[in-house]
């Protein structure tokens, strides 16, 4: 439920049971019901590409659909990653889209570089706030692409030794 609209007070006003509900509603909606989807990813399999293109990283675990009333919502992504068959150097690129529409446009929301003989010391982070979604529910995915030379593998949890770690995806409505 969106929020209800709750009118300016003037002192000395009484204050009816309808402006105390609309008053708990808000509150409920806040606690309770406004839109959240996270995802802590924990797969057989790490994600790779050597695409110059941005594509999904996965689109199941990566994506999500979230009901917004608001208008506007947080985007949270942070995954370790590292290089293959490259020299060292290569770009990780990341951005987010919204009911298939990337958000970045170019080159994505954010490019991290990746250090040279390096595994889980590559660390991406994409926060982005989206403003103006129509009410109704979106779908929201990560998307990446690599900036040339080699394969990208970004860790999902599939045991690799001294890179065990998850990728943490999350949407919330604000």
């Known amino acids: 439920m969106p929020f209800n609209n709750i009118a300016a007070y003037t002192a000395g006003q009484l204050i009816s049971a309808d402006d105390l509900n609309r008053l708990r509603e808000n509150v409920q909606y806040l606690f309770d019901e406004r839109g959240l989807s996270t995802q802590r990813v924990d797969e057989a399999n ?24 608001s208008g506007r919502a947080l985007i949270i992504f942070a995954c370790s990653f590292s290089e293959t068959g490259g020299t060292g150097g290569s770009h990780l690129y990341l951005d987010i889209a919204i009911d298939g529409v990337r958000q970045g446009n170019d080159d994505g929301l954010t490019v991290q570089t990746v250090r040279s003989g390096t595994i889980a010391f590559n660390n991406a982070f994409c926060f982005y706030v989206a403003e103006g979604l129509a009410p109704g529910t979106h779908t929201f995915k990560v998307m990446y692409k690599t900036g040339g030379g080699g394969t990208i593998t970004v860790f999902a949890g599939a045991g690799t030794p001294t890179a065990d770690v998850h990728p943490f995806f999350a949407v919330l409505e604000i």
């Open 46 to 69: 790490n994600y790779s590409t050597s695409s110059t293109s941005f594509v999904d990283m996965d689109s199941v675990d990566l994506a999500k659909s979230v009901t917004i009333n």
